[in-house]
């Protein structure tokens, strides 16, 4: 399983580091205009990868709402692809909200593409007419006939087991995994319990209802330069609560889930870093810090687990929410 993390997270950080590089003139250039206006250009530019990685988070926590019994348990692996709509691929700049960058021209605002947009030849000015860059532009193109909608895959490891009074226990964890510059790790529990056997009359009813709660953290670092000190970091945590209902029909069991999500995320550029502002030759520490949010919000989730070979299961499902996502996992499920 480690080995299928690796991969899944270095595909990510090669598309990632492609886009990097070919932008990464152009990032150095806003940093020319200042903190403050990187700040916030660079978090919208951001905001797709922040959204679909915390909304994928918060995905993938059962496949069905009948606890284990006692010491039962189930070891899985999961991913979910949170994909990214098509709003988001731009974000509208307005010259009204920045201090020293503005649209090379006479218009004032423009749609400038994000991460998971596409290229862009609009023009920007830095401190009115001293410097002029071509805004940074997105990774749609580099992706040419990528297959569907993009999005940000987030694996999970996760171990349910089964403890007192129909209650699951279940832990995420993935130890440090690093991918030439780029290194991962996750930490995340939950709970999920049988809420059918307090409400009386209820237990007759031939289908499971549970309550979960559940909270994900994931800590990501991009090395750029390792003598100078300069990295990159992100962070994302995903807290949820839902309702769950499922019935087991032989070796096929629906579910359905609904409730609301809570994702946090924040990024920071670290190190020391050489620019020129208003003609001078100036050193910026730790420049870039912002947090993302806005990203939770109501789900509904639908889908089924398939059991076969007695403990082997594989589940399928998919969550309309902020960012919908599609998760699917294969593990070892014994009651």
């Known amino acids: 399983m480690k080995r299928i993390f690796t991969i899944i997270l270095t595909i990510f950080a090669i598309i990632a580091n492609n886009n990097l590089n070919a932008q990464n003139q152009n990032f150095e250039n806003v940093l020319n205009g200042g903190t ?16 679909s990685i915390g909304n994928g988070l918060a995905n993938g926590w059962y496949n069905t709402a009948k606890p284990h019994k006692t010491l ?30 503005q649209i090379d021209g006479p218009a004032t605002s423009a749609s400038l593409p994000t991460f998971a947009g596409g290229e862009t030849t609009t023009e920007l000015l830095i401190n009115g007419t ?30 349910g087991i089964g403890i007192i009074k129909n209650t699951d226990l279940i832990i995420r964890y993935t130890p440090e995994i690093t991918a030439g510059d ?27 209802l549970s309550a979960l709660a559940g909270y994900n953290n994931i800590s990501t670092t991009y ?43 924040n990024f ?15 050193e910026l520490t730790d420049p870039l810090g912002f947090d993302f949010d806005g ?22 499902d998919y969550t309309i929410q902020k960012y919908n996502t599609l998760s699917v996992g294969f593990g070892i499920n014994v009651r």
Do not use: C
Not at 137 to 157: C, K, R
Not at 239 to 256: D, E, G, M, R, W
Not at 299 to 313: C, E, I, M, P, Q
């Open 295 to 316: 990203s939770g919000g109501p789900r509904f989730t639908v889908g089924f687990r398939l059991k076969f070979l007695w403990a082997l299961a594989l589940n399928v």
């Open 36 to 51: 403050a206006d990187a700040n916030l250009y660079l978090k919208e530019f951001m905001n797709p990868v922040a959204y």
């Open 72 to 101: 039962g348990f189930d070891l899985s692996f999961n991913v979910n692809l949170a994909t990214i709509p098509d709003v988001a691929k731009s974000f509208e700049f307005l010259e009204s909200d920045y201090s020293t960058l």
């Open 223 to 265: 090395q750029i330069d390792e003598t100078a000190g300069q990295f990159a970091e992100f962070n994302a945590s995903a807290t949820t609560v839902q309702a769950i209902i499922s019935k087991k029909l032989l070796f096929f069991t629906p579910y359905a889930g609904v409730g609301v999500n809570i994702v946090r995320s």
């Open 182 to 208: 780029f290194s991962f790790q996750s930490f995340g529990f939950g709970v999920k319990h049988d809420f059918k056997q307090w409400i009386p009359g209820m237990k007759l009813l031939p289908f499971d």
């Open 268 to 282: 920071a550029l670290n190190g020391t870093y050489v620019v020129e502002e208003n003609g001078e030759t100036i």
């Open 130 to 159: 001293t410097q002029t860059i071509v805004a940074p532009s997105g990774i749609e193109e580099q992706l040419g006939d990528y297959p569907g909608p993009l999005a940000i895959p987030t694996p999970t490891i996760q171990l």
